[in-house]
């Protein structure tokens, strides 16, 4: 009896070794590769910004000379006006966009010229960039003539199928205008201006930062699972599979198996941070 005993005890133990052989064997190959799931960022779904610049033909008014006062204030009022008639939010004055608008009628005085592009090519777009504005969407109407008075200025530009889509353009939310009195191919005459825009802060980019820690994040972990395998490979080679080197070699390899997880999910979490905002992103531009 005792030695039946013996034989069964001798099987259990046998057996719970084979198993748990298994467990281990099973374990070293699959439990770090749980903690790379998602981890991934989207870096590709990151639409490209698509600047836009409108830009109608400029309108030649009227040259006769007669009594006229335009202003900055009134013809930015007057084309809020025309804006809520048709149910559009006002635009709001920004001070780079009247930064263009005067440099655009300065300039088109100094080098006696009436359009979009400067003799040198110059437009919208090099104006922008050098006053710093940021820009999704940018539109320029220009006016050359002497009208009464601002409410008169803007009415031209609405009967102007253009200039009237470029006030009427509901993706606009910033405005900037000049209105320049000077001498035009030998006549007094006065330039207007309208620059408007839609600023890039209104789809703010994924943070960079953020990206370059993640792209940081990935070599150090890939670091970390080369040095995991390499560990891996250095248990399962060790012979006999007992004794303190063999404990010490497990126990190394679990503790960096531990740091593995840790650095992978707090990266994770970054990745699901960075992502979120490209959503945010793309959800933004396609709206545009």
């Known amino acids: 009896m005792k030695k039946r005993t013996k034989i069964f005890f001798g099987i259990g133990v046998i057996t719970m070794a084979i198993f748990a052989g298994y467990y281990f064997r099973f374990d070293l190959s699959g439990w770090f590769n749980l903690a790379k799931e998602g981890l991934e960022v989207r870096m590709d779904e990151l639409k490209e910004i698509k600047q836009q610049?409108?830009?109608?033909?400029?309108?030649?008014g009227p040259r006769e000379e007669v009594a006229s006062n335009l202003t900055l204030e009134g013809v930015?009022?007057?084309?809020?006006?025309?804006?809520?008639?048709?149910?559009?939010?006002?635009?709001?004055v920004?001070?780079?966009?009247?930064?263009?608008?005067?440099?655009?009628?300065?300039?088109?005085?100094?080098?006696?010229?009436?359009?979009?592009?400067?003799?040198?090519?110059?437009?919208?777009?090099?104006?922008a960039q050098m006053v710093g504005y940021e820009y999704l969407l940018v539109g320029e109407n220009l006016a050359l003539g002497n009208y009464k008075n601002d409410e008169d200025l803007v009415n031209a530009w609405m009967n102007s199928p253009g200039h009237r889509e470029n006030i009427l353009q509901g993706k606009y939310t910033e405005i900037g205008v000049a209105v320049k009195r000077g001498v035009y191919e030998g006549k007094m005459?006065?330039?207007?201006?309208?620059e408007f825009g839609r600023p890039q802060a209104d789809c703010p980019l994924p943070d960079e930062v953020l990206g370059s820690e993640i792209k940081e994040g990935q070599a150090t972990l890939a670091i970390l699972?080369?040095?995991?395998?390499?560990?891996?490979n250095e248990v399962e080679n060790i012979r006999p599979k007992r004794g303190n080197n063999y404990k010490q070699a497990v126990d190394e390899?679990?503790?960096?198996?531990?740091?593995?997880?840790?650095?992978?999910n707090n990266l994770k979490a970054l990745i699901l941070d960075y992502n979120h905002q490209v959503k945010v992103y793309n959800v933004c531009i396609e709206s545009m």
């Open 94 to 127: 920004n001070a780079k966009l009247a930064l263009m608008a005067q440099a655009k009628a300065e300039d088109m005085f100094s080098r006696q010229y009436f359009a979009h592009q400067s003799p040198t090519g110059d437009g919208p777009a090099e104006l």
């Open 189 to 194: 005459v006065w330039l207007s201006v309208q």
């Open 225 to 232: 699972e080369q040095q995991l395998l390499n560990k891996k």
């Open 53 to 60: 610049i409108i830009t109608p033909s400029p309108l030649f």
């Open 76 to 92: 930015v009022f007057e084309t809020n006006i025309q804006r809520q008639q048709y149910g559009l939010p006002v635009l709001s």
């Open 253 to 264: 390899y679990n503790e960096l198996v531990s740091q593995y997880n840790t650095f992978a």
